[in-house]
Antibody, heavy 120, light 107 residues
């Protein structure tokens, strides 16, 4: 059973860059056939798909965040990462990494999530 | 971007009763519709995809139906562990978009 675990700073200052890593166990990010996703949820609110990467390294980002987002893959560490630049309080959220249901933007396996607060 | 609208916002149901949750898309998403369950303090978990296919390990009391713009999640006999928030999500168009959720609470 694949497991995912997010890690990174819980507090980021406004205008700085949010960086998170998702470590995958029980599966390989380079094995093919899956999207590796980032999804976020502001406190008390709904879910927003940030973007995904797949084994070739190709990415797709939510147009609302595209100018600020980078998702990358580190096959040597079996991880994928999220960078979000120029953050504001509106980026405060629980950030989840998730494995897709094959090549579909359906989140079949989720990490536990990590709360990132943007505040000075 | 496709807007997903769920109703009702809150559903009060007694254990053992049937719950019916609705999800509407602002344009057709064919059958590219998923349902998730989220309990407090936990990540969402996938229940249904393809509008009606149960994910691995999901009990048969959960069923999904619909296509196009109108979808339904039915829980045939609510168990204590089913009280949670449920989200629908379309994946016909990028970005995948979620409804605002329906909270199923104990009556």
């Amino acid at each position: 059973q694949v497991q995912l675990q997010e890690s990174g700073p819980g507090l980021v200052k406004p205008s700085e860059t949010l960086s998170l890593t998702c470590t995958v166990s029980g599966g390989s990010v380079s094995s093919g056939s899956y999207y590796w996703n980032w999804i976020r949820q502001p406190p008390g609110k709904g879910l927003e798909w940030i973007g995904y990467i797949f084994d070739s390294g190709s990415t797709n980002y939510n147009p609302s965040l595209k100018s600020r987002v980078t998702i990358s893959l580190d096959t040597s560490k079996n991880q994928f990462s999220l960078k979000l630049t120029s953050v504001t309080a509106a980026d405060t959220a629980v950030y989840y990494c998730a494995r897709g249901l094959g090549y579909r933007t359906v989140a079949a396996n989720w990490g536990q999530g990590t709360l990132v607060t943007v505040s000075s | 971007e496709i807007v997903m609208t769920q109703s009702p916002a809150t559903l009060s149901v007694s254990p053992g009763e049937r719950a019916t949750l609705s999800c509407r898309a602002s344009q057709s998403v064919s059958s590219y519709l998923a349902w998730y369950q989220q309990k407090p303090g936990q990540a969402p978990s996938l229940l249904i995809y393809g509008a009606s296919t149960r994910a691995t390990g999901i009990p048969v009391r959960f069923s999904g139906s619909g296509s196009g713009t109108e979808f339904t999640l039915t829980i045939s006999s609510l168990q204590s562990e089913d009280f949670a928030v449920y989200y629908c999500q379309q994946y016909n168009n990028w970005p995948g978009t979620f409804g605002q959720g329906t909270k199923v609470e104990i009556k």
